[in-house]
Every structure is written in C-alpha cells, then in structure tokens.
C-alpha cells in the first residue's frame, strides 16, 4: 500500500486530519488532540467515537467499548476472566459473578466484577447468568479504562431493582425475627402483614384470589408459615415480571380479612 493509499480519505474539505474507525491510536496520539481523561470533556471526547450499532439507548454496547478502547488506548493483549463463580446447588438462575481483566500493550491493566441473576437481569438472559456476568464485567473493565461515566447497555435491566431488593430485604428480617422455624405453624402477623398489606397491595393482587388460584390454600383455614413462605416467594417472582400475574387474581381488597 502506497502513502497515498494509507491517506486518502482522512484529509477534510477543512483541511482537518480526521481519526478513521478502524485506526489504532496510542496513548500519545490521544494526548497530542488536546483533550487528556483529567478534562470535562473527555467523556464527551470518548463517547463521540461510538458508532450508532455500538449505542443502546446512549449507552455503549460492550463491541462498541472494545473497539474504542483498542482506538484511544492501543491494542489488547490479552482480555479475559480471572475469576468465574457460577450459580451454586444446581440453581441454573441462581447469582454469577465474574471477575474480568484487559491488558494493553503498553503494559496498563484494568480489571471489574459484576453479577447477575434473576433479580437484575431480563429474564430472556436470566438463563445465561454467568456469561451475562461476564460481559458485564468485561464492560466495566473497559468503562474504568477509558474512564467514561455511563454505564454499558448490557449492565441494566428493565426490572425495578430497587423494589425486588427492598422486598428481599423485608423478607430476610421477617424470618430472622421468628425464632426457630416450623412450617407446620401457623403463619406469623409478620407474615401476614407482608404478604396481605404490603405486597399483594403494591402489585395489585387479590389475596384470597392469591391463595385461592395460585396456592391452592383456603385463607379462611390455618394458614402454615410454610405456606406463607411459598406465598412471598411466588410474589417476589411476580415482582421480578409482573407479567406472570393472572388476570383472574388482579385487583386489591383492602377489606381482605374479612
């Protein structure tokens, strides 16, 4: 390839050197354009080497973080997980987490954890937690080396996190309150009040429809803590997808006791 070759197309009709995508520019190229990663507008800077496949949303897709990382920074010599826990106990949905480290030629490394499960992944991947986890973590490897301030597009979820925390959280203190545990016992007010005044109410179901239909348990009976446990583990996973709810159990009564 002649010189002529190798520049064409990179002179502007201003007369401006342009960067092509498919350039790898060093550290020192990037220093030498006047913006370094300590300004305010390095974000910017970065951000604008994206192409519009390598954006979800504004934010970058993990390709899109590669290619621009082997642009501004130079060539990956080696990219990869040094750390994998996968779901334990044969849970194939349980929690992954990854540990993933890059390495550029000129000798600078950086490395990220993430997880994923049930709780904070789509559920179309939630079968895939452990290599979500690591393209999670391998984004926000690459995030941390070029020193960006968003987040990749495959770090969210549609889920409320916050809600599927708060309600794992509340059920956690329920049952570290209770003493020893007998499911054959009957359910605790605790119990009770979660499952009929908190969750059924914020996602709108009928609670003896609830028992009723779903459980097969009639809350006019002794209701066991077991049951009560199976009750708030099948709400949790309403709210993890609401669309799992039956349309026949919709609709709160706040009468429900009686």
């Known amino acids: 390839m002649s010189n002529d070759d190798l520049f064409e197309g990179l002179i502007g009709d201003d ?13 020192k190229d990037v220093i030498s354009t006047g913006v370094s990663p300590t300004d305010p507008e390095w974000n910017d800077y970065v951000l604008g080497h994206f192409e519009k496949n390598e954006m979800f949303e504004k934010m970058p897709l993990c390709n899109g973080l590669r290619r621009v990382a082997e642009l501004l920074m130079g060539r990956i010599v080696f990219s990869g997980p040094t750390q994998v826990f996968p779901p334990q106990g044969g849970n194939e949905i349980g929690r992954a987490t990854v540990v993933w480290r890059i390495e550029f030629e000129d000798g600078s490394a950086f490395s990220d954890v993430a997880d994923s ?12 937690n452990t290599a979500t986890a690591a393209t999670r973590a391998e984004g926000r490897a690459l995030r941390k080396a070029l020193r960006i301030r968003v987040v990749a597009a495959e770090e969210v979820t549609k889920k409320n996190t916050a809600a599927i925390a708060k309600s794992i959280s509340l059920t956690k203190s ?9 499911d054959s016992e009957r359910m605790t007010e605790k119990q009770e009040n979660f499952i009929g005044n908190i969750k059924c109410k914020q996602l709108n179901v009928d609670v003896i429809k609830f028992f009723k239909e779903v459980l097969k348990v009639d809350i006019k009976k002794k209701v066991t803590k077991g049951q009560a446990s199976d009750a708030i583990q099948k709400l949790n996973e309403y709210q993890a997808n609401k669309s799992l709810i039956p349309d026949s159990i919709t609709g709160y009564d706040s009468d429900w006791r009686n």
């Open 174 to 182: 329920i049952a570290s309150t209770e003493g020893e545990y007998n």
């Open 117 to 128: 499960w049930e709780g904070n992944t789509d559920d179309t991947f939630c079968v895939y």
């Open 15 to 27: 007369g401006e050197l342009s960067t092509p995508s498919n350039t790898e520019v060093g550290t």
